[in-house]
């Protein structure tokens, strides 16, 4: 029998412990890498107002916020933002300074005029800087064409198909808690108060039109700055600024029999006449609020994620974002947008990243 050669099977093993040794040095670290896009062509091109200070903290610089904010959001695909300078320009020539709603919507018509779709006002809420970092953020999204209303969370997510297993738990309850929000709307008795202003008012084919106890948005009301829609025009069924249109059973329209589509929510055809316009005044189109606090799990798996696709040269990890305030706040914005828009269809495909640790 021939000896087994020893000397053969050392030079194979050499090389294998060689590797295990060096802790995996030479191996890649596979990394996936969220990514989010505009969700909405209409609102493509976006201006940002400085930031309010609403915080205890006197330092906070509303304009800093604004720059990162600007900063985070035009790194996203399909939008266009415009320099904070331009929006303090035109707030410093019209005398504007969004200390009332009738002022923000002046600025949203100026900037209409220059071909803008969304005018942007946020405010700090909370902001320290001592371990561990906090900061409270609060944007709110204003269309410049008022005929554009709130999109609330869950819009544009694959509901009814089976992508919606893989829709996050907190988008699930964000979206759930924001329907049952608008429902309650339509079911929530008024107050004896004001029941002069919220009377009934019957249509021509029986249909009951129940006004809202909220302000009139579409600019009636103390505001004045627009006619109300009249109730004639109101489509049966549809719920309109928290009031609802009821129609006769017998009017209502059925279902499909294989209704749920299986195929998912498939958009109607182009129509040949633009649609009617119902006059959303003071209310954002989007709006999020949230408190990032640096000791809180959920929120240093994503900081260090963040750290980990930036290459940054400069030294001590993603724990050094916690204690530099403007990669703090870099971070704060960039993740308040990829929320906002996550929660509303703009969470892409992720993007599966292959990486080699550096040696030293």
Same mark, same amino acid.
């Given at each position: 029998?021939?000896?087994?050669?020893?000397?053969?099977?050392?030079?194979?093993?050499? &090389?294998?412990?060689? =590797?295990?040794?060096?802790?995996?040095?030479?191996?890649?670290?596979?990394?996936?890498?969220?990514?989010?896009? !505009?969700?909405?062509?209409?609102?493509?091109?976006?201006?940002?107002?400085?930031?309010?200070?609403?915080?205890?903290?006197?330092?906070?610089?509303?304009?800093?916020?604004?720059?990162?904010?600007?900063?985070? $959001?035009?790194?996203?695909?399909?939008?266009?933002? =415009?320099?904070?300078?331009? =929006?303090? /320009? $035109?707030?410093?020539?019209?005398?504007?300074? $969004?200390?009332?709603? %009738?002022?923000?919507?002046?600025?949203?018509?100026?900037?209409?005029?220059?071909?803008?779709?969304?005018?942007?006002?946020?405010?700090? *809420? %909370?902001?320290?800087?001592?371990?561990?970092?906090?900061?409270?953020?609060?944007?709110? @999204?204003?269309? *410049? !064409?008022?005929?554009?209303?709130?999109? &609330?969370?869950?819009?544009?997510?694959? @509901?009814? *198909? +089976?992508?919606?297993?893989?829709?996050?738990?907190?988008?699930?309850?964000?979206?759930?808690?924001?329907?049952?929000?608008?429902?309650?709307?339509?079911?929530?008795?008024?107050?004896?108060?004001?029941?002069?202003?919220?009377?009934?008012?019957?249509?021509?084919?029986?249909?009951?039109?129940?006004?809202?106890?909220? *302000? %009139?948005?579409?600019?009636?009301? #103390?505001?004045?700055?627009? +006619?109300?829609?009249?109730?004639?025009?109101?489509?049966?069924g549809r719920v309109v600024e928290g009031s609802v249109v009821r129609c006769p059973d017998e009017a209502a329209p059925g279902f499909p029999p294989d209704w749920p589509d299986p195929r998912g929510f498939i958009p109607p055809p182009p129509s040949s006449s633009r649609p009617p316009c119902w006059p959303n005044h003071y209310r954002p189109v989007m709006q999020q609020s949230t408190m990032y606090i640096g000791n809180s799990s959920e929120f240093t798996e994503a900081l260090a994620s963040y750290y980990f696709f930036r290459d940054d040269a400069r030294?001590?990890? @993603?724990?050094?974002?916690? #204690?530099?305030? %403007?990669?703090?706040?870099?971070?704060?914005?960039?993740?308040?947008?990829?929320?906002?828009?996550?929660? /509303?269809?703009?969470?892409?495909?992720?993007?599966?990243? @292959?990486?080699?640790?550096?040696?030293?």
């Amino acid at each position: 029998m021939r000896p087994f050669p020893v000397f053969s099977l050392f030079r194979l093993i050499l &090389p294998l412990s060689m =590797v295990l040794c060096s802790g995996c040095a030479f191996l890649p670290e596979i990394a996936h890498q969220p990514t989010v896009h !505009n969700p909405f062509p209409q609102l493509s091109k976006v201006a940002i107002a400085p930031f309010f200070n609403q915080s205890t903290e006197p330092s906070v610089d509303g304009r800093k916020f604004a720059v990162a904010y600007f900063n985070q $959001l035009q790194s996203i695909p399909g939008f266009e933002v =415009v320099p904070v300078g331009v =929006v303090e /320009r $035109l707030m410093d020539d019209h005398d504007i300074t $969004l200390s009332h709603p %009738d002022e923000a919507r002046r600025l949203c018509e100026l900037l209409a005029k220059m071909e803008i779709d969304v005018l942007i006002i946020g405010a700090v *809420t %909370d902001f320290t800087m001592y371990y561990p970092p906090r900061c409270g953020l609060e944007v709110h @999204w204003y269309a *410049t !064409n008022p005929c554009f209303h709130p999109i &609330p969370p869950g819009y544009g997510l694959p @509901w009814g *198909t +089976p992508a919606e297993e893989n829709i996050p738990a907190p988008l699930v309850f964000e979206a759930e808690f924001a329907l049952a929000k608008a429902q309650l709307k339509t079911q929530t008795p008024i107050p004896p108060e004001s029941g002069s202003e919220s009377a009934s008012k019957t249509g021509e084919k029986g249909e009951v039109r129940f006004a809202s106890s909220e *302000t %009139d948005s579409r600019g009636g009301g #103390e505001a004045g700055t627009g +006619p109300e829609a009249p109730p004639e025009v109101i489509p049966p069924g549809r719920v309109v600024e928290g009031s609802v249109v009821r129609c006769p059973d017998e009017a209502a329209p059925g279902f499909p029999p294989d209704w749920p589509d299986p195929r998912g929510f498939i958009p109607p055809p182009p129509s040949s006449s633009r649609p009617p316009c119902w006059p959303n005044h003071y209310r954002p189109v989007m709006q999020q609020s949230t408190m990032y606090i640096g000791n809180s799990s959920e929120f240093t798996e994503a900081l260090a994620s963040y750290y980990f696709f930036r290459d940054d040269a400069r030294f001590g990890g @993603w724990q050094s974002y916690l #204690e530099r305030s %403007d990669d703090f706040i870099a971070f704060c914005c960039h993740a308040h947008i990829y929320e906002m828009l996550s929660a /509303r269809g703009g969470a892409g495909e992720t993007r599966v990243v @292959w990486r080699w640790k550096k040696i030293r």
